[in-house]
């Protein structure tokens, strides 16, 4: 059985669909295994399959492979609990200083999950209830800077550790019209400080939607997938269902909504009952193709080169050549990027060139 094969039961394992492997890895492959968890930031998530697996299953991990691997769980324990903790404080901050304000993702995210602490630690980002200039002027009011600038945040140096991200609104998409659409929807459910997180209704859109920004850009991992798992094992109804999909279609995500159901039926064992639509089997196989190859973020793409991102236009250069590659996939953000991209850079050069 291939460690890749291996790796995606270990998944089911963890979610409870299976309560064994269909073959005993051996010594190389359990450190096969764990190389893959880091390399999808799903090394600690994964720690929760090697409690339910029978001991002669695990008996074969390198004793330094099962050590090292229970010790990252620990650490990230403690690293979960600081994230929530500071996830509170800066919806604290921001809201003593008049914003209406919510936590995306991260924090928002682990409290879905069997275990909170299990999910891999990453930023923190607030949406507030603002416009952009806004946001920069507060920025450079009490900061003295603004940087991390892109068209739906800035980095706000509230703590040395986690980094901040202060949006503005929660995304965005390159096509101006399906833009202005995501906007539409992004008011229906905009901050009002009676919740710190967004509601089910806006994350079964939302967190869809982050998982296809990653795809288009560096890449997306394992862990922005069983976020999306999450969201959608606290279920919904028929006319939820159909509400979400609706959006999904005037935001063009509906391909990209089947490709994921396929993905999460492949590797968590989905429900059919959990799908927002029909599993779409080719758009689904290249997706996961896509998340096995870039790996977390994108950082372990072997197709971008060393330094691809390190000046203006080698970035630009970079992006403009993975949405090359998605073109027979999901051809209106393929054609739109380049010019979006273009169209940022010098609104940003023009308008704030403080950052």
């Known amino acids: 059985m291939s460690v890749k094969d291996l790796f995606i039961e270990l998944i089911k394992v963890s979610v409870g669909k299976l309560d064994r492997l269909s073959e005993t890895p051996a010594p190389v492959q359990w450190e096969q295994i764990c190389r893959q968890a880091v390399r999808q930031a799903i090394d600690v998530y994964l720690v929760d399959a090697l409690g339910k697996l029978p001991p002669e299953q695990i008996a074969g991990m390198p004793e ?180 979400t999909m609706a959006w999904l279609k005037r935001l063009g995500l509906a391909t990209f909504a089947g490709a994921m159901m396929w993905v999460l039926k492949e590797i968590c064992g989905l429900d059919e009952s959990l799908m927002l639509c029909r599993p779409d089997e080719k758009e689904g196989r290249f997706f996961l193709s896509e998340v096995m190859q870039t790996g977390n973020m994108g950082f372990y793409d072997s197709r971008v080169s060393p330094g691809a991102y390190s000046t203006p236009l080698r970035r630009f250069l970079s992006s403009t050549k993975r949405n090359l590659h998605m073109l027979t996939h999901y051809p209106i953000e393929s054609f739109w990027a380049p010019l979006f991209n273009i169209w940022v850079y010098f609104y940003n050069l023009i308008n704030h060139p403080e950052r």
């Open 64 to 243: 330094e492979v099962k050590y090292n691997w229970i010790g990252i769980a620990l650490n990230e324990e403690g690293e979960n609990m600081e994230l929530q903790e500071k996830s509170e404080q800066a919806l604290k901050f921001f809201r003593d200083k008049g914003f209406r304000c919510v936590v995306l993702k991260g924090a928002g995210m682990a409290r879905f999950y069997p275990e909170p602490g299990h999910r891999t630690v990453g930023d923190i980002d607030i949406w507030v209830d603002a416009d952009r200039r806004s946001v920069y002027e507060f920025a450079l009011s009490t900061s003295g800077k603004v940087d991390g600038v892109n068209y739906f945040h800035i980095h706000y140096h509230l703590f040395d550790n986690p980094p901040l991200e202060l949006h503005f609104m929660p995304s965005y998409l390159s096509s101006p019209l399906r833009n202005a659409r995501l906007k539409k929807f992004s008011r229906l459910h905009a901050p009002d400080n009676s919740a710190d997180y967004p509601s089910l209704e806006f994350n079964r859109v939302y967190i869809l939607l982050h998982c296809f920004r990653h795809l288009c850009g560096h890449g997306v991992g394992l862990k922005q997938v069983l976020d999306y798992y999450y969201v959608l094992q606290q279920g919904f109804t028929e006319d939820e269902r159909a509400q």
